[in-house]
């Protein structure tokens, strides 16, 4: 028996060795634009939401679909280069991007500080309210669940959790690892409230059917804003991918994709302060694809 | 790729409490594996017919049902609430396998032994509980020893139910820091050094009863 402990020991001294050692071995900078090697693989990796609609989702007849994955077919289809979609989660995105295992997310994901310390955001693409989902019958103001005895259903890694704080930093956030089980802890009355997008809102209740009749959708408190992630200090690539969401706008096509999925029209202008940087439609350079 | 550790420090606090509650689940769940396993392996050694039948369903049952699968049953479709749910799910599962243990450990002690100590008028239940046991249990130790460890792994499974062991506040520091290889190097010297405390307890156990049958 104490052989084995030791054995046991000596193993995990090992790994920690290994793992340190690893850590500290020189790793390759980015030496190319992503705009480069794309060009040079002939395939856009393009990550994608394969479980949040109408931003990204699988159809029922097994397509990939959404806003994020049609903007990402025009981003191929401009660069010339096949496309590749790769599922992201709320949990893998950022490194998948550091890793270099996708070109861009094309997601969900929200700007905030602490994420461009290690990636970089393209202009907002997509601006979708925040309101509350809640039990019917229950208020539907969110003021009235901003104290503490009430609890909170989100998902862990999510920005609703730091965004709900912000509003009641003394509230029992009750912190899920999927969707599912989230708002089945809301029909159950194991939490009170879940903030999530306008589109996620309407997407779960037209997802559950007859099921939703226990649920009501209550008002907005936030205007979340989404950007297309891109890896850190990158910007020929992150110039490009403004320049051709900018040209997709002057085209009009990108307003037309986004009321295809979203609805409605894009409620906000794309670009700089609303505005569209002048010559953004001017192919200039060999290195600027479209 | 440079580290910073110091996240780790940051976050101490989360960290610590969310060793503190797989610790808790992890012993909590042992103990009632434990009692509960004994039992039906005792039951499924040396009781009757129906006895045997019954506790091999139990065994095959909950063996071959995912304990995620234990779990959402107890939580979301029996109700119970998470911290309840997360301890029976643990102790029902990791019993089937403790029983296991427990009737072989049984069935490897020579019949012979149980015979002697009738023979020297012993009853029934002090010839099990004064001959038989003590020597099953030196046989089932080590296995016990990695029934145990199974816990503290199969613990990380109450996060689905939002309880924030430590494999949640792991993916917490994660989130919010992106120091993802800081953080899993972490957890793992603390979720090794349960593991290894668990295998020391148990070598402990094993060389009182090594001393106690000599």
């Given at each position: 028996?104490?052989?084995?402990?030791?054995?046991?020991?000596?193993?995990?001294?090992?790994?920690?060795?290994?793992?340190?050692?690893?850590?500290?071995?020189?790793?390759?900078?980015?030496?190319?634009?992503?705009?480069?090697?794309?060009?040079?693989?002939?395939?856009?990796?393009?990550?994608?939401?394969?479980?949040?609609?109408?931003?990204?989702?699988?159809?029922?007849?097994?397509?990939?679909?959404?806003?994020?994955?049609?903007?990402?077919?025009?981003?191929?289809?401009?660069?010339?280069?096949?496309?590749?979609?790769?599922?992201?989660?709320?949990?893998?995105?950022?490194?998948?991007?550091?890793?270099?295992?996708?070109?861009?997310?094309?997601?969900?994901?929200?700007?905030?500080?602490?994420?461009?310390?290690?990636?970089?955001?393209?202009?907002?693409?997509?601006?979708?309210?925040?309101?509350?989902?809640?039990?019917?019958?229950?208020?539907?103001?969110?003021?009235?669940?901003?104290?503490?005895?009430?609890?909170?259903?989100?998902?862990?890694?999510?920005?609703?959790?730091?965004?709900?704080?912000?509003?009641?930093?003394?509230?029992?956030?009750?912190?899920?690892?999927?969707?599912p089980e989230l708002v089945v802890a809301l029909a159950q009355g194991?939490?009170?409230?879940?903030?999530?997008?306008?589109?996620?809102?309407?997407?779960?209740?037209?997802?559950?059917?007859?099921?939703?009749?226990?649920?009501?959708?209550?008002?907005?408190?936030?205007?979340?804003?989404?950007?297309?992630?891109?890896?850190?200090?990158?910007?020929?690539?992150?110039?490009?991918?403004?320049?051709?969401?900018?040209?997709?706008?002057?085209?009009?096509?990108?307003?037309?994709?986004?009321?295809?999925?979203?609805?409605?029209?894009?409620?906000?202008?794309?670009?700089?302060?609303?505005?569209?940087?002048?010559?953004?439609?001017?192919?200039?350079?060999?290195?600027?694809?479209? | 790729?440079?580290?910073?550790?110091?996240?780790?420090?940051?976050?101490?606090?989360?960290?610590?409490?969310?060793?503190?509650?797989?610790?808790?689940?992890?012993?909590?769940?042992?103990?009632?594996?434990?009692?509960?396993?004994?039992?039906?392996?005792?039951?499924?050694?040396?009781?009757?017919?129906?006895?045997?039948?019954?506790?091999?369903?139990?065994?095959?049952?909950?063996r071959n049902i995912p304990i995620v699968v234990k779990l959402f049953?107890?939580?979301?479709?029996?109700?119970?609430?998470?911290?309840?749910?997360?301890?029976?799910?643990?102790?029902?599962?990791?019993?089937?396998?403790?029983?296991?243990?427990?009737?072989?450990?049984?069935?490897?002690?020579p019949s012979g032994q149980a015979d002697a100590a009738l023979a020297?008028?012993?009853?029934?239940?002090?010839?099990?509980?004064?001959?038989?046991?003590?020597?099953?249990?030196?046989?089932?130790?080590?296995?016990?020893?990695?029934?145990?460890?199974?816990?503290?792994?199969?613990?990380?499974?109450?996060?689905?139910?939002?309880?924030?062991?430590?494999?949640?506040?792991?993916?917490?520091?994660?989130?919010?820091?992106?120091?993802?290889?800081?953080?899993?190097?972490?957890?793992?010297?603390?979720?090794?050094?349960?593991?290894?405390?668990?295998?020391?307890?148990?070598?402990?156990?094993?060389?009182?009863?090594?001393?106690?049958?000599?």
């Open positions: 028996m104490t052989s084995l402990l030791c054995r046991r020991v000596l193993c995990l001294v090992i790994a920690l060795g290994v793992g340190a050692a690893a850590s500290f071995a020189a790793s390759p900078g980015l030496a190319r634009s992503t705009l480069d090697v794309i060009r040079e693989r002939g395939k856009l990796l393009a990550g994608v939401r394969f479980d949040a609609p109408p931003n990204g989702y699988v159809s029922p007849q097994g397509e990939i679909v959404g806003f994020g994955p049609d903007l990402a077919r025009e981003l191929a289809r401009h660069l010339g280069v096949e496309l590749e979609l790769v599922q992201v989660t709320s949990k893998n995105r950022i490194p998948l991007l550091q890793s270099g295992q996708i070109d861009a997310d094309i997601g969900t994901t929200t700007p905030t500080k602490t994420r461009d310390e290690v990636v970089d955001f393209s202009y907002v693409y997509v601006v979708d309210p925040t309101l509350i989902l809640v039990r019917k019958g229950d208020s539907t103001d969110p003021a009235d669940y901003f104290d503490s005895e009430r609890r909170v259903g989100a998902l862990q890694g999510s920005f609703y959790v730091g965004l709900w704080r912000q509003h009641s930093p003394a509230a029992r956030i009750l912190e899920y690892q999927e969707l194991k939490v009170d409230v879940v903030p999530t997008m306008r589109s996620q809102a309407f997407g779960i209740l037209e997802a559950l059917g007859e099921r939703a009749e226990g649920l009501a959708v209550g008002e907005a408190f936030f205007e979340d804003v989404m950007a297309i992630g891109l890896r850190e200090n990158d910007s020929d690539w992150r110039d490009w991918v403004n320049w051709a969401l900018q040209r997709l706008w002057a085209e009009g096509i990108y307003q037309a994709l986004y009321k295809k999925h979203y609805r409605m029209d894009p409620p906000f202008a794309l670009g700089d302060a609303g505005r569209l940087q002048p010559g953004v439609d001017k192919i200039a350079q060999e290195r600027d694809p479209w | 790729m440079t580290l910073d550790w110091h996240v780790i420090w940051e976050y101490r606090s989360d960290l610590l409490q969310g060793f503190v509650l797989t610790l808790q689940l992890s012993l909590v769940a042992i103990a009632g594996a434990s009692l509960l396993g004994t039992l039906v392996g005792c039951l499924r050694a040396s009781g009757g017919f129906l006895a045997r039948r019954l506790t091999a369903l139990y065994v095959e049952l909950l049953l107890a939580h979301f479709i029996l109700g119970i609430d998470a911290l309840p749910a997360g301890i029976a799910a643990l102790i029902l599962h990791q019993s089937a396998y403790v029983a296991d243990v427990t009737a072989a450990g049984l069935r490897s002690v020297l008028g012993l009853s029934r239940r002090r010839s099990f509980s004064l001959v038989v046991l003590p020597q099953a249990a030196r046989a089932m130790i080590p296995p016990l020893t990695t029934q145990y460890t199974q816990i503290v792994k199969n613990s990380s499974v109450v996060m689905l139910v939002a309880l924030q062991e430590l494999t949640f506040m792991t993916q917490r520091v994660e989130h919010e820091t992106f120091r993802g290889l800081e953080a899993a190097t972490t957890a793992t010297i603390l979720y090794a050094a349960l593991a290894l405390a668990i295998a020391a307890a148990m070598a402990s156990v094993e060389r009182a009863l090594e001393r106690r049958a000599a």
